[in-house]
């Protein structure tokens, strides 16, 4: 049973450029979420997915999207990015389906983005 | 705004001893988390804490939650160097959504 798995897992990008993160959930999965860890913090949340549609937010600007495929993967992508968006981004999954959630978020091993 | 606050931010300790990592929240909340997180490796889920009183462990960990004193606690006992991670606690953000919001996290160093 395959868990979270992100792709890539390191990326180096010049400041200005665009980036995509990749997330595949947990099998059996519905829900995703994205969060960004900056060196030597905590993960801070930045948006969640179900249904295709981003459910909640974060205190993350504009230049941060989302999308959910109809296979529960997701997409975060990054445009006009800084130098303090280098970080490790995580995805997480869950199975939530409108009902009680009581499992803890299965997060992937994360992508470290590095912006030059 | 809900804030999750950790103590200590860094525990250097000697295998054998016992020691308590805090977390406060600012907000109620009845669903709280820990977390372990080794370097450069994603997190792994240690506990799920869902009501007041409740008490978890697993190993040499013991989690527990006070929701009346937004506090819950992680409890060392008798450490291992294997039990060098960083440790963090979360709280879900309105109950039961699955926005989390991190402490800072605590680096447990247990030195042999």
């Known amino acids: 049973d395959a868990g979270v798995t992100q792709s890539p897992t390191h990326l180096i990008k010049t400041r200005g450029q665009q980036v995509t993160l990749r997330c595949s959930p947990k099998?059996?999965?519905?829900?995703v979420s994205w969060y960004q860890q900056a060196l030597g913090q905590g993960p801070q949340f930045i948006f969640q997915y179900y249904e295709e549609e981003e459910r909640q937010r974060g205190n993350f600007p504009d230049r941060f999207s989302g999308h959910q495929f109809p296979n529960y993967s997701s997409e975060l992508n990054v445009n006009a990015l800084l130098l303090g968006d280098s970080a490790l981004y995580l995805c997480?999954?869950?199975?939530?389906?409108?009902?009680?959630?009581?499992?803890?978020?299965?997060f992937g091993n994360g992508t470290r983005l590095t912006v030059t | 705004e809900l804030k999750v606050e950790q103590n200590p931010l860094f525990l250097s300790m000697q295998e054998g001893k016992n020691y308590t990592i805090y977390c406060n929240y600012s907000?109620?909340?009845?669903?709280l988390y820990w977390y372990r997180q080794d370097p450069g490796k994603s997190l792994e889920s240690l506990f799920v804490l869902l009501s007041n009183g409740a008490v978890k462990q697993e190993g040499r960990l013991m989690a527990s939650l006070d929701t009346k004193a937004r506090l819950s606690t992680l409890h060392i006992t008798a450490a291992v160097h294997d039990l060098s991670a960083t440790y963090f606690c979360?709280?879900?953000?309105?109950?039961?959504?699955?926005?989390?919001?991190f402490g800072q996290g605590t680096t447990l160093q247990v030195k042999p």
């Open positions: 997480a999954s869950s199975l939530f389906g409108g009902q009680i959630y009581n499992s803890p978020l299965h």
């Open positions: 979360a709280v879900d953000m309105a109950g039961n959504t699955g926005k989390l919001i």
């Open positions: 099998s059996g999965h519905d829900t």
């Open positions: 907000t109620t909340s009845d669903r």
